[in-house]
């Protein structure tokens, strides 16, 4: 089971229940679980909806998008039922921190999907785990049964009249499925391709009904912002990115874990305080910041603030909380490969930019990291990743490109000495196993 | 009580998927887990577990083919008794993923995608698993097992072949 | 919807709100490349083509999915969108194998097309393209993955549009493949295959070369071909198709069928007969001479000449004899309106017999009547694409006429409409079907009546008694509702359902018919009792009139039906028997003793089991190899083209009147011929032949050519179009390709309803037989033989998302 850490520096919200056994609903409830919504039966949807508007959270899925503004986009009539859904497909690589939310506070998510169900108005909710999650399935699986058992799931929930049921199931390995609109896909039973939009979850989701998608902190925090109230929660945080956030640091770290720090808090002080500083000494190289995706920093572009903003305008950004750190050894045409290896394989195929671009930088970056490349390789790996770039169907393909050009725009220099024959770092992986990983 | 004559599945596995297609709105959203669970007791989705789900999801076997072969968890031949699963992607390569894949492949025997002769333990290299804090990290079946070693890996593998790893259901 | 105002390129244009950029655009003649896009069919954005600026919006967007709005300001070929193309293309071509010059689609490939104008020739790429092996999925469906540019047309083709569901897609990312529904695995060879209707749309919809036809895989090069639009020959739905056509050492051969030019009444449909089966004209059993039966039994080749003589003296002596009232005259489903007019017209003025029938396949009489006196109440095949709701009585459009399925579905999936159907058997239009009663065995005629009002039926119609009521309440309160009705309907049960019809404001009818011209065989007065356009014989029509001071021993009576014509020659009454492009002997099961005492002359394409029985085989041209026009179950109206030639073989026409002449005929009393104006056919102006050919069409277009000969299938529409009531054409309608909608009704004053004998025999054609001549195409055994192996599938009923 994953190690607990903790740091002076961290303030707990979100991960107040960690380590307390809240998995069982008795003491869920001792630790004032299942009081928020009831406030919220109580004050009704308005007051939800103000409450998490003036909390700033905004989506801990990667967009940042403000959740009290999605959860009043959807329309108050609708012929269709509508939906709640938790997306805990938790996928990008580097991100573990929904994995912790549902092993140490399962039922934060299950009051968090009743407080968006009452916001909107729906009456069930899903909660959409990745497949390879099945032990943490087992236990939101128990948590929902219990939660049914006493009443709080269900019909006339807690003797209110108010109906609201959960139904809880896993996919089967897609990193594409994360992606909102694929997952109501996966959901429906089909393949994990995501839809056109318009129209958006919000106005035709899951079965074309109304759809609120968040991902699994963002809805457990929903109970505490309630608790707390809207502006206490927001002054944690910086202006327009209210509250703390789960930060899963990995890595060349000395102290490798999943930290709950206030929005805006100093990424260099995150690494070489909250972690440790870099592992056995070293020197770091750059940080890949927001899981796999965001563009990499490099070690003097570190004195940045964790907030959708501020990274924003270091030309990267918050996405997911991972931050993954790599020292000096690393080889970043080895990083590059490996982390286009990963997109290549798990672009869904429906739209060309995407299929056939990552297919043709990771060809092209495994034959350069082979030793066969030359430097026009570069060119092509740069002109490609700007091709696909804001071209492609969903943002995967972004995904794909953005980080991709992260790499050979700073460190171009270290791809051409590559190239040259001057290969920096050691490689840890030879050229059989990457080209193996087209499994 | 199956719904399903001659259902190929055991009968608390047919139980199960008789409810499972009466929860959702839509009788189509049980596919996915049902190709899981139906793997977890066959060990691989065969053709006439194909033919089945698509009969109780009422869609057709082409359906069911095409949304199996999306996912990557989802296979059509068997692995092993305990299929290790060893991440490489980004934070777990940083942390030795790599040198993990190939002690389980020398100690094995096998490579990537590939199962032991005696059926006790099949190998896969994957994508980032969700423990990227616990790097490397692997799963056996659904377990995780995290900041690994060479020599945490064989111990692992020798409580697996003891029997006192966890199977699959 | 309303319109709206939106410049494109700097062009102010307007289109209704809603519409697509992309449709929108293309009706202002700007294009946008496109390879998932295909209008009708779900919309992708996969391709990434189709993408344009359109101000205020950070990225580009797609123009396939983005509706036009008010005010819009879109740019569609700026320097970065060719960037983006180009871009594109090059991803695209990195794994294309690039083998134009063997490929099927070269010439008439999208992709091509596209690189050519986007310029993305230059490659970057070292690593090897993936290269997978050709897979024959059916007789007819190939196909060549590394082609594939996964735009999933093919996909959506099968599924949405044929609701077949054959294909899919597999894997993901750049492993993705489209993939048929039987897979390897499962397969008898170990090699996947499509168990499928096999109709070739997934063909005609792939812009590249990836799925190819098993006909005309590497035969020829699109641009060595003539293409050449005409009529499929096969059933009742008359869907345009265009032919393609090449060279030989004897004539001209077709290669190819399909349906690139989509302005047919079947839209962007053909089905798998039109597609493939032209191939019995190739079949080596063709008799390309005439052949005549000697004394000891054998068959010999003989001249034209001698043919036609004998033929000629004969049937004049036997006439003269024993009477017009001996001979018989049997026609075909499949000749043109011109053929078939010009035989009834040979036999009551020249031979001066009424003994003359036809196949029938539906009773076109009774339905006629039933619609006397009305007008606009028979529906084009155009109408099942477009009608508000449509009620199926009897039939099975799927496989008896997929034309009219295809539009249906169309019309379901596009417009909404709601479709009623009341059917002994489960047909698999059910699946679109808002209502759908399954009638008891024969309970049609209960339903005619229940729908008329007689409570008493409902037992007797259907087991269902609530649904049948609740069935028949919806159907009653439906406007302008589309009734097509199969061939089990006939004499009074279709008169009443007719009735009932008429009582519903704006309904219109259709009732389905087999072959490709047995609406206009019954037109075309191919019947005994009937005169073109359901003129009585007997009464005292124009044309009635016009005929009888024709004919020689004017014969005021109804003559002989189908069976009647066969018993009499049995009897030894039937001194002769004339049978044009039909196989009465295998359909009705004629015992070939009773034809021994009888004169036979049959022209036919092969040795069929009534030409075996023939004195006199004259070797014939069939629907591809000749020009006129056909009519459709409908009654839509449209030119046949000479598309293929044999040396050796004749048209009906020019056989008829050869005969005719040959029998001492007044030729110009038959055919109409030499009466236009002289006109110059450009003969003078030498070389200019594209200016003569224009010049003729507007000189037939204005019926002023000079009809200079009597094999001229034009000269008789002029008097198809002088007497038949209901064939008012307009030519240059017709002579430029485009269908027009007739409703020949009984003259109301003429309508006598007398018992008439049911002779309605319905060909029970499968997806995969097309009568006699189905029998001819090695394609349509293939494809037999191919379905054979499979049990045949049970198609479930697919559930879709948001409904
Ligand atoms: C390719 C792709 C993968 C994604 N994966 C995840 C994921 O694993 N978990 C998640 O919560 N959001 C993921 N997202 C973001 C979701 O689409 C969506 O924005 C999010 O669930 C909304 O929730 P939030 O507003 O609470 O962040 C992904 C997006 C893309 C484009
Ligand atoms: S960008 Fe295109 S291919 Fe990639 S995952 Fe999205 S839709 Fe699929
Ligand atoms: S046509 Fe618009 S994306 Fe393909």
Known sequence: MPALVSHPDEVKVISRRFGMGAADIEKYIELDGYKAVQQAIANGPAWIIDTMKASGLRGRGGAGFPTGMKWSFVPKVSEKPKYVLVNGDESEPGTCKDHVIFLHDPHAVIEGTMIAGLAIGSKLGFIYLRGEYRYLLKIVEKAVADAYAKGFLGKNIFGTGVDFDIITQTGAGAYEVGEESALMESLEGKRGVPRIKPPFPAVVGLYGGPTVINNAETIANAPHILLMGGEAYAKLGTERNGGTRLFGISGHVERPGVYELPMGYSLRKAIYEVAGGIKDGKKLKAVVPGGASCPVLTADEIDVGLDFDQMGKAGTMLGSGGIVVLDETVSIVEFALRTIAFYQHESCGWCIPCREGTDWIKKTLTRVYNGGGSRKDVDNVQYLAENMMGRTFCPLGDAAAMPTLGFVKKFRKEFEEYIDGNRAGTPLITVEQLVGAGH | ?169 | ?803
């Open chain 2, 1 to 169: 009580m199956s719904t399903v004559a001659n259902s190929i599945f055991s009968p608390e596995l047919a139980a199960r998927f008789d409810h499972l297609v009466t929860i959702y709105p839509l009788r189509r959203s049980a596919l996915v887990p049902m190709l899981l669970y139906a793997q977890d007791e066959l060990g691989y989705v065969s053709d006439a577990a194909v033919a089945e789900i698509a009969e109780r999801i009422e869609i057709l076997e082409l359906d069911v083919r095409n949304v199996l072969s999306y996912y990557s968890m989802l296979r059509t031949k068997p692995a092993g008794k305990y299929n290790v699963q060893v991440c490489t992607n980004i934070s777990c390569m940083l942390r030795g993923g790599y040198e993990i894949l190939d002690h389980c492949k020398k100690t094995l025997g096998v490579g990537h995608k590939e199962t032991a002769p005696d059926g006790v333990f099949s190998l896969e290299e994957v994508e980032c698993i969700g423990a990227c804090c616990w790097a490397p990290a692997m799963q056996i079946n659904y377990d995780f097992h995290d900041d690994l070693t060479p020599e945490k890996v064989d111990v692992l593998f020798q409580m697996y072949r003891d029997g006192q790893g966890k199977d699959v259901k």
């Open chain 3, 1 to 803: 919807m309303a319109d709206v105002n939106f410049i494109v390129d700097g062009k102010q244009l307007t289109a209704p709100a809603g519409t697509l950029l992309i449709e929108a655009c293309k009706s202002a003649g700007i294009e946008i490349p496109a390879f998932c896009y295909y209008p009708g069919l779900s919309l992708q954005a996969a391709c990434r083509m189709c993408v344009v600026r359109i101000e205020k919006m950070p990225k580009l967007q797609t123009a396939c999915t983005t509706p036009v709005a008010e005010g819009m300001v879109v740019q569609t070929e700026t320097p970065e969108i060719a960037q983006a193309r180009k871009a594109t293309l090059q991803l695209l071509l990195g794994n294309h194998p690039l083998d134009c010059p063997v490929c099927d689609a070269g010439g008439e490939c999208e992709l091509q097309d596209m690189t050519f104008k986007y310029g993305a020739a230059d490659s970057f790429y070292a690593e090897p393209k993936n290269h997978r092996e050709e897979q024959k999925w059916s007789p007819v469906v190939y196909f060549d993955r590394p082609r594939c540019i996964l735009c999933y047309r093919c996909v959506r083709m099968c599924g949405e549009g044929m609701d077949v569901f054959a294909l899919g897609i597999q894997n993901r990312g750049s492993s993705s493949v489209i993939a048929p529904n039987v897979p390897a695995q499962m397969s008898p060879d170990d090699l996947p295959h499509v168990d499928c209707e096999q109709c070739g749309m997934c063909i005609d919809a792939c812009p590249v070369g990836a799925l190819t036809s098993g006909t005309y895989r590497y035969k020829t090069r699109p641009w060595e071909m003539n293409h050449v639009a005409t009529v499929c020959t096969h059933c009742g739905d008359g869907c345009k198709t265009t032919l393609g056509v090449r060279s030989t050492s004897d004539g001209s051969e077709i290669v190819r069928g399909d349906n690139r030019d989509k302005s047919g009444i079947n839209g962007d449909f053909l089905c798998n007969k039109g597609r493939y089966a032209f191939d019995f004209a190739n079949h080596e059993g063709r008799i390309t001479q005439p052949l005549v039966r000697q004394t000891n039994g054998e068959f010999k080749s003989v001249s034209w000449e001698v043919a036609l003589d004998l033929v000629g003296k004969k049937f004049r002596e036997l006439r003269d004899t024993r009477g017009g009232k001996s001979i018989g005259v049997i026609g075909g489903n499949r000749l043109t309106n011109e053929e078939a007019y010009l035989l009834q017209k040979f036999a009551r003025t020249v031979l001066g017999t009424n003994n003359i029938d036809h196949h029938r396949t539906a009773d076109y009489v009774s339905f006629a009547q039933a619609l006397a006196g009305q007008t606009n109440r028979t529906a084009s095949l155009r109408d099942t694409l477009t009608a508000p709701s449509v009620l199926i009585v009897g039939g099975d459009p799927t496989i008896q006429a997929p034309g009219t399925a295809w539009n249906l579905r169309t019309n379901v999936r596009l417009n909404r409409a709601k479709l009623y159907i009341a059917n002994s058997e489960p047909i698999k239009l059910r699946r679109q079907a808002k209502a759908f009663v399954q009638l008891s065995p024969f309970g049609y005629s209960a339903l005619t009546s229940y729908l008329a009002g007689d409570d008493a039926s409902a037992s007797s119609a259907a087991s269902d008694a609530t649904g049948l009521s609740a069935f028949r309440d919806v159907v009653k309160s439906e406007e302008n509702l589309l009734i097509l009705i199969g061939s089990e309907l006939r004499g009074a049960d279709l008169r009443k359902l007719i009735a009932f019809g008429l009582t519903l404001p704006g309904a219109k009818f259709a009732l389905l018919s087999d072959y490709a011209n047995s609406r206009g065989a019954a037109d075309m007065g191919l019947l005994p009792d009937m005169l073109p356009g359901y003129n009585p014989v007997g009464s005292s029509s124009p044309l009635a009139t016009e005929y009888t001071a024709n004919t020689t021993s004017g014969s005021l009576a109804p003559g002989l039906d189908m069976l009647e014509i066969f018993d009499a020659a049995g009897k030894g009454d039937l001194s002769a028997l004339y049978v044009v492009n039909s196989n009465p002997v295998a359909r009705y099961g004629v015992d070939a003793a009773a034809l021994k005492n009888t004169f036979v002359v049959v022209q036919e394409m092969f040795l069929t089991e009534t030409a075996a029985l023939a004195d006199v085989i004259l070797p014939a041209a069939n629907l591809y190899e000749k020009a006129g026009s056909v009519t459709n179950s409908y009654g839509d109206l449209q030119q046949v083209k000479k598309a293929g030639d044999r040396a050796g073989v004749r048209t009906d026409f020019e056989m008829i009147v050869r005969i005719a002449d040959k029998m001492g005929t007044n030729m110009r009393a038959l055919v109409p011929f030499g009466k236009g104006l002289r006109a110059d056919m450009g003969q003078t102006r030498g070389a200019q032949s594209g200016e003569a050919d224009r010049h003729s069409i507007w000189l037939t277009a204005q019926n002023l050519e000079p009809r200079l000969s009597p094999f001229d299938p034009l000269a008789i529409l002029d008097e198809i179009q002088r007497l038949v009531p209901g064939y008012n054409i307009l030519r240059l309608q017709l002579l430029s390709g485009n269908d027009q909608h007739l409703s020949p009704a009984a003259p109301a004053e003429l309508v006598q309803i007398t018992t008439r004998r049911d002779l309605v025999l319905p060909a029970n054609d499968s997806l995969f037989t097309s009568g006699t001549l189905g029998r001819y195409s090695t394609m349509l055994s293939d494809l037999q033989h191919n379905e054979s192996l499979r049990p045949s599938s049970l198609l479930t009923q697919i559930q879709t998302a948001a409904d």
